[in-house]
């Protein structure tokens, strides 16, 4: 069933076998992981059904260089669904090397492996609605699809693994219906955690405090309590509950918050073809069970060790939007279109670059000059992407001159001085608003200029044209738009060793019996994947574990 | 030699089990229809009856060992014939058994696991309405078997097989979201014929009622999106809740209107045909067939679902144009 918190009384108790707080990709995974489990499952959500502004406010934070970061309550949203509401719905599986310890990458290697996670990844793709677990082309596709760039001959980039397309799918939307006819499993919306309180020794969660913005209070008890509310407001929320443990909770060794990762991202270089328009795919292929899947450049794991680097993907893209040098009919119609494009979006495909008069005359030229393409373009978008359930994922253009700019997405390294912590100021519930102060270190502009070196080496060595990027230039194009958005990552990192580490390999916090966290705060390295699907499918183990070995505990 | 009596043979199961029939060294078949089925020995007794009929049915009955009745069609068809049959059997000289093919429908929009002894409901329209009251006119008739199969498929099946083929290949059906999370109680048509003449023959079946669906049924859109990998009718499309609610409140009165004006003037059937809203209503209806009786009592095993599928979407493949085979034919089968 699904109810309001608005409804209940004032200092009410609710009890559950297993509480999981955020109906977000993690949250909403568990609680149908346990439907039919036997488990009295409690999930509580702060928002509604819809976008609330007074509730999305709770998120709003300081960040110490906005250019770096976007501010708090942007890139994530606080409602049923959570941010699903909003997301891209690019999956793809982390790499085994992501999980290893690598010397050359400071406080690398989880505690588990990507042997521990297979079980659940087919399962999560599911979930996430991308079709089979097929991420190479010759799972995916009987018959092989056409080749990124044909003749391009690597000894340290792949062009045959996928990424898969999620609807994207709204989990709050998708799967409310399962929800609400669950006999064992209650979610209350508009239930704000505020607090969570340990029993006197400060080993076990006794209850959760819960207040919503009506005024109401009340508690929650459970013999398992799991947070699922994202990245960063699993560290506000560790750290917000000072009773018994001073520093809070789970942050003994002061890591609660630190080793904040995002991914570095963006756009460089003019990657030239000498080859047939042809040789060159950098679209979209459909899989038989109807997925958009694409090819992209990724870098191989012996190259990684080798160059002491970290994980990166790259794909074509078409030329910076903003200068109207490129000519383009579409492009130009997106820059114009810009103030109704969401911000999220808009701020990856234009930034926020000042543009002059004279190009905003050069964008509408541009647009006059291809009526046909726009019309075109147009079409496409209303009926694939608009109108579409599924939706087609992205802006893909050809171009005519055989052109790309490369869009690259990479690890970041884990650093503690990368961080979250809790501001002097406070929400409208009294909880210490987040401060972001997110950092890049010099090796992750080293795997980003060395891995396009490398790109750059191999193009030209296959014969089918001409890499040409300004490596001076790297640092500035890595960091244009900041952080990535929406990848919360690291802030309560997975280890053996309470010193170094929050959680478990069971995502239980050290010294904290029953308090788990499903949550992309416990993955202790980043990779080159986007982090939904591997959230998922870890907050599939959790419900797994809780259900098996962990019910014990 | 046991005389069976088949009653609905031209139909998709009635013919299936006249073939197993016509094999079996046990059994004379017995047949209602004039023309019998392709490929059926020439020897099986044909018999003309009018079902609705008690005389012509208590004609029908003389020197019958074992009815099986897979009458289908309409609603009324479905209860008159079951009336005529329990009253012509109930007065026989020697009762003969009757196996009776009812439907899940009986248990109408419940939602849940379904055992035999679940109320039976008649919320979800005619048909259903029809199988209840066909059951009922068994009650007090002691030598009967009531089977209640699920999704019935198989590679001449028009109602789960056929139809939904041509509307997978036109992209109509395919990932329908939300709206296919329904259990789909797929059962093949030779797993429900093995189920038939096993209660023609073992004893422990006598009386009983007996669903029947594979152990691990798919979700409707598992089944649509499976069933058109299978039929090569990819990529499959996800269909939207706007196409959903266009094809199910929209397009569906018009283009059943359509239809039937088609069908009066002589015209060949629309193909393929609307989408019913039921359809639609059951593919989101969370209804699981619990089959451990007929497990328990009659030993029945049914093949995988891959199995399943493979099979019903064999007769389905393209010509060399890439054109799916057989669209044409969209007849509306009168029995099952």
């Known amino acids: 069933m699904i109810a309001s918190a608005n409804d209940l009384p004032d200092g009410h108790c609710l009890d ?27 999930l509580l959500e702060s928002g509604g059904f819809d976008d609330d502004p007074g509730t999305q406010a709770l998120y709003a934070g300081s960040v110490a260089d906005e250019r770096l970061h976007s501010p708090p309550d942007r890139y994530r949203q606080r409602r049923f669904g959570g941010s699903t509401t909003i997301w891209g719905g690019r999956c793809m599986p ?23 996670l297979m079980p659940y990844y087919p399962k999560a793709n599911r979930l996430c609605e991308a079709g089979d677990f097929a991420y190479t082309v010759a799972e995916a596709f009987p018959v092989p ?18 990424e898969r397309f999620s609807c994207p799918t709204d989990f709050g939307a998708r799967y409310g219906h399962k929800l609400r006819a669950a006999t064992a499993l209650r979610v209350l919306l508009h239930a704000n955690v505020t607090a969570i309180r340990l029993d006197p020794a400060g080993e076990r969660v006794d209850t959760l405090e819960v207040r919503t913005l009506s005024g109401r209070r009340f508690t929650a008890r459970a013999r398992h309590c799991v947070l699922a509310t994202g990245g960063l407001e699993v560290a506000r929320l560790l750290l917000a509950s000072r009773d018994r443990h001073p520093k809070g909770i789970g942050n003994g060794h002061d890591l609660v918050g630190r080793y904040y990762m995002c991914h570095v991202a963006g756009t460089i270089g003019t990657l030239r073809f000498t080859t047939p328009l042809a040789a060159v795919h950098h679209g979209y292929d459909i899989s038989a069970e109807g997925i958009y899947c694409r090819r992209r450049l990724a870098l191989t794991a012996q190259t990684q060790r080798a160059q002491g680097i970290g994980n990166f993907i790259a794909r074509l893209h078409h030329p910076r939007i903003t200068d109207p040098a490129h000519r383009n009919a579409v492009l130009s119609l997106l820059f114009l279109a810009r103030p109704f494009i969401p911000y999220e979006y808009a701020k990856r495909l234009h930034g926020d670059e000042q543009v002059a008069a004279r190009a905003w005359l050069a964008h509408v030229r541009n647009v006059l000059s ?41 690890e970041q390294q884990p650093n503690p001085a990368s961080r979250v912590t809790l501001a002097r100021d406070v929400d409208a519930l009294g909880m210490p608003r987040l401060h972001v102060d997110w950092r890049y270190t010099e090796g992750d502009v080293q795997t980003v200029r060395r891995a396009l070196e490398l790109l750059a080496e191999d193009v030209r060595a296959s014969g089918i044209g001409r890499f040409d990027f300004d490596t001076a230039s790297v640092e500035r194009e890595m960091t244009r738009y900041g952080a990535y958005g929406g990848h919360h990552i690291g802030t309560a990192r997975m280890g053996a ?57 | 030699m046991r005389q069976v009596l088949v009653l609905g043979s031209s139909g998709f199961i009635g013919r299936r089990v006249s073939l197993a029939l016509a094999g079996a060294d046990w059994a004379s078949l017995v047949s209602d229809d004039a023309r019998g089925p392709p490929g059926m020995d020439a020897g099986a007794r044909r018999i003309v009856v009018n079902v609705e009929d008690p005389g012509s049915m208590a004609a029908a009955l003389r020197g019958i060992d074992t009815v099986v009745n897979c009458l289908g069609g309409k609603p009324e068809t ?8 329990f009253a012509a059997a109930g007065r026989a000289v020697a009762p003969p058994l009757v196996v009776h093919l009812s439907s899940m429908a009986v248990y109408g929009s419940a939602q849940g696991t379904m055992g035999e002894d679940a109320p039976l409901r008649g919320d979800l329209g005619a048909y259903a309405s029809a199988q209840i009251a066909a059951e009922s006119s068994a009650a007090s008739y002691p030598r009967v078997v009531i089977l209640r199969p699920g999704v019935e498929i198989g590679p001449d099946g028009e109602s789960w097989s056929g139809r939904v083929a041509r509307w997978l290949y036109a992209g109509r059906l395919g990932d329908l979201g939300p709206a296919g999370d329904g259990v789909c109680n797929l059962v093949h048509v030779e797993d429900l014929v093995t189920a038939i003449i096993i209660c023609s023959q073992r004893r422990e079946a006598l009386g009983g009622t007996f669903n029947l669906a594979m152990s691990e049924p798919p ?24 196409a959903l609610i266009l094809e199910a409140k929209g397009f569906a009165v018009p283009l059943k209107a359509l239809e039937l004006a088609a069908r009066a003037a002589g015209l060949p059937a629309l193909s393929p045909p609307p989408i019913p809203p039921s359809l639609l209503r059951l593919a989101r209806q969370e209804i699981r067939l619990d089959c451990r009786r007929a497990a328990r009592v009659l030993d029945w095993t049914c093949r995988s679902r891959e199995a399943a599928l493979a099979d019903a979407a064999a007769g389905w493949h393209r010509d060399a144009a890439g054109r799916p085979l057989r669209v044409g034919k969209a007849d509306r089968p009168a029995a099952r």
């Open chain 1, 16 to 42: 559950a076998d297993i509480c999981i707080v955020g109906a977000g990709a993690a949250g909403i995974a568990m609680a149908m992981e346990l439907i039919d489990s036997g488990r009295d499952v409690l």
């Open chain 1, 94 to 116: 982390f790499d085994a090397i992501d999980f290893a310890v690598r010397d050359y990458l400071p406080h690398s290697g989880w505690p588990i492996g990507l042997g521990d």
């Open chain 1, 145 to 162: 699809t056409r080749p990124m760039m044909d003749g391009f001959a690597s000894a340290h980039f792949t062009t045959d693994t996928l």
């Open chain 1, 370 to 410: 291809g009526p046909l393409d726009v019309l075109r373009f147009a079409w496409h978008m209303l009926r694939d992407r608009k109108l579409a359930e599924r939706k087609f994922p992205s802006i893909v253009i050809r171009s005519r001159a055989n052109m790309y700019s490369l869009d690259f997405h990479a």
């Open chain 1, 497 to 553: 060793d309470p010193r170094t580490s929050v959680v478990d390999a069971d995502c239980r916090v050290h010294g904290v019996g029953n308090l788990f966290i499903a949550s992309a705060a416990v993955f202790p390295t980043s990779s080159q994947a986007n982090p939904t699907l591997t959230v998922v499918a870890l907050a599939l183990r959790l419900a797994n574990h809780l259900q098996g070995p962990g019910a014990k505990a």
């Open chain 2, 78 to 85: 479905i209860v008159r014939g079951a009336r005529a049959l």
């Open chain 2, 219 to 242: 979700t409707w859109n598992e089944y649509f999106i499976a069933f058109a990998r299978q039929l090569g009718a990819v990529p499959v499309r996800r269909i939207s809740r706007r």
